[in-house]
Each structure stands twice: as structure tokens, then as C-alpha cells.
């Protein structure tokens, strides 16, 4: 048992001798400690290490609920903490036969507010935030000089890896991507075929729609020109971050042409676009996914990334490996 649980036991618990005969049932907690609502019945000897699961699936400490002065005083967070106890209660009760299935830990997993959102390892949509007189436009701007001017036609030569549609497990195939303005491109791994004439998305030849057919149009603008960031709404600075050892800065706006937000990552030293984050909701909760460029290089004047990383909302990637680009 924690020192800090040790102090609460002697902070709260009146004096009582329990009898230690056989029969008599173990005293509840109301009986050993006082303001008790919703733990009514339940043994005395529970209510700490209750106490100390609350603490750990939220990240709290004691005084985070109680009045260190006074452990049974009312607090709001300790209604909260009871209603919460009652949910949990009602959602094992009407769909899991009284089992104890839903935990503080199934929605809140160490942190203080539950995530409503199924975030992919390595993203991170909370920044820090940070005075500034950068603007957005300037980020977009300074990224379009450090690209400079964009051919008409880049066409990269190198190899996927992606998980086998079958198996599930990665798999690696040679890659050809060819991309042209208009946001028209076509990209050819073994069996995966994907091509947008500008308007149209497609994938072995059928066409897509919705957010998968909006999945692989940003791919098709993992190059980017003068028009790179044409379509994009409302704006602003969401914060700095690190992507990896880079400093980075990001800008979020929305997108009404896919009704989605976009997160937009800026190295602060050279300006280029190092990732895309999109977040689009749905009725149920929002679904993140990313594109990370890396391993910018100068082909004819023009600085494409040689590395282009998507990952969707379920975490699975597909790693573009480059290892030639021509530009026309």
C-alpha cells in the first residue's frame, strides 16, 4: 500500500473496535467512513484500493478529488467520481450480466479526459502552444521557396511496403508513382493500383468515393506546388511540436472539400511540409489519418520527398521507399 493511501486510512477512519468474531459480517464502508454515497454496502476494506484504481486509470492524485484537510468533504470532483461509479456500474449491469468488464481504465487510460478519438502510434494532435506573429500564410509561402518551381510531371521509381491483403503481414513491392499538376496521379505496386485524373480516384481500375477516394487525392499531393495549399480554410497556429528531432510548427485549417481538418507540420528551420495529419468526423467520432514526408531532395531545382509514409486510421501503413525521380 502507498505512504499516501497509508496518511488517508488515519485521515479518515473514526475510531471503532470491530468485534473479530467468526460470524459477524466485515464492517462496510459507510461503517468505517464518513460522506459514503455510492459504495454503500461494499466492504470496508475495498474502498482503498478502489481508491488507488481511480487514482491510476486517471493519473490523479488524492487532493485531485479530496480536501487535504478533510478527505470526507463534498468537492465537485468527487461527484464526478461518483457518477462515474454509477455509470460504470449501469453499463456492466445491462450488458455484461454483472460482470466487471467496463473499467475506469477502458475510457480513460491514464488520462484525466477519455479520448474520443483513435489516434495512430506516433501522432500526437495536443501542441504546445506558443506566442507568435507567424502567420499561416507565411508557413505555406516559405515551404513553396524552399520546394521551388514545381515540373509539370515527377515521376519516382523505388518500392512499397504495405500490409498484404491476405496475410496482413508487410510485404514489400517495387513502386512506381508518377504525379502531374491537377492533383492527377498514378501509382503502381504489384497488384495495388491507384490513379486520379484530377476529379476521379480510383483503385484496380473501380472507382472510389468518400473518404477513402479523399485518402489517396492528399496522397496524390504529397508533391507540392504553387497550389499546394489551395482549398484549405480558417487557418491558424495550433502550436510547435517535434517530429522526431525536427522542431516543428503547426498550422490547422479546414478543408470543406472533404468536410475534414487538417494539421499541417512545418520545420521550423527550412519550411518544408514534413506531415499532414486529416481528421474527419463521422457520427460516431472523428478518424485520424497522416502522411509524412522525409529525405527531401533537389531533382532538376525542385526538392521532393524521397520518403512518403501513410498511415490510416487503424495504424496500418503504407512506407513509399524512393530511389530515383525524374522531373519534366
Known amino acids: 500500500m502507498s505512504i499516501r493511501f497509508a496518511l488517508l486510512i488515519t485521515a479518515v477512519v473514526p475510531f471503532a473496535v470491530f468485534s473479530a468474531q467468526q460470524d459477524q459480517k466485515p464492517p462496510t464502508c459507510e461503517q468505517v467512513f464518513k460522506n459514503i454515497k455510492v459504495m454503500n454496502g461494499v466492504p470496508a476494506t475495498d474502498m482503498i484500493p478502489a481508491m488507488e484504481f481511480m487514482s491510476a486509470s486517471l493519473g490523479y492524485q488524492c ?3 479530496h480536501d487535504p484537510k478533510d478527505y470526507a ?3 465537485r470532483t468527487k461527484e464526478s467520481a461518483r457518477n462515474m461509479v454509477l455509470l460504470q456500474r449501469d453499463i456492466n449491469t445491462k450488458y455484461f450480466n454483472g460482470k466487471l468488464e467496463v473499467t475506469c481504465m477502458s475510457c480513460h487510460n491514464g488520462k484525466e ?5 483513435p489516434i495512430p502510434n506516433g501522432l500526437n494532435l495536443r501542441h504546445e502552444r506558443f506566442e507568435t506573429t507567424i502567420k499561416p500564410e507565411e508557413l505555406f509561402a516559405k515551404h513553396v521557396s524552399a520546394v521551388g518551381k514545381a515540373p509539370s510531371k515527377l515521376s519516382r521509381i523505388g518500392s512499397l511496403t504495405a500490409p498484404d491483403d491476405a496475410t496482413h503481414k508487410p510485404t514489400t ?3 512506381e508513382f508518377i504525379q502531374e499538376s491537377g492533383n492527377k496521379f498514378s501509382m ?3 497488384e495495388r493500383k491507384v490513379a486520379s485524373d484530377g476529379m476521379q480516384v480510383s483503385y484496380g481500375g473501380n472507382p472510389m468515393f468518400d473518404e477513402p477516394a479523399a485518402i489517396f487525392g492528399r496522397l496524390g499531393r504529397a508533391w507540392r506546388g504553387d497550389q499546394a495549399f489551395a482549398g484549405l480554410e480558417r487557418t491558424t497556429i495550433s502550436g510547435k511540436d517535434k517530429i522526431g528531432k525536427s522542431e516543428v510548427i503547426v498550422v490547422r485549417g479546414t478543408r470543406p472539400a472533404t468536410t475534414s481538418t487538417e494539421e499541417l507540420y512545418f520545420d521550423a528551420k527550412s519550411g518544408l511540409l514534413l506531415r499532414l495529419v486529416n481528421i474527419k468526423r463521422s457520427t ?4 485520424v489519418s497522416s502522411i509524412d514526408y522525409s529525405n527531401y531532395k533537389s531533382v532538376n531545382g525542385c526538392k521532393v520527398p524521397m520518403k512518403v509514409v501513410l498511415t490510416f486510421a487503424g495504424g496500418e501503413q503504407w512506407a513509399m521507399d524512393f530511389k530515383s525521380a525524374k522531373a519534366e
Open 113 to 117: 479526459h477519455p479520448s474520443s478519438t
Open 73 to 75: 468533504a463534498e468537492t
Open 284 to 287: 460516431l467520432g472523428a478518424v
Open 63 to 65: 487532493s485531485d478529488c
Open 173 to 175: 513491392s517495387p513502386l
Open 188 to 190: 503502381v505496386a504489384a
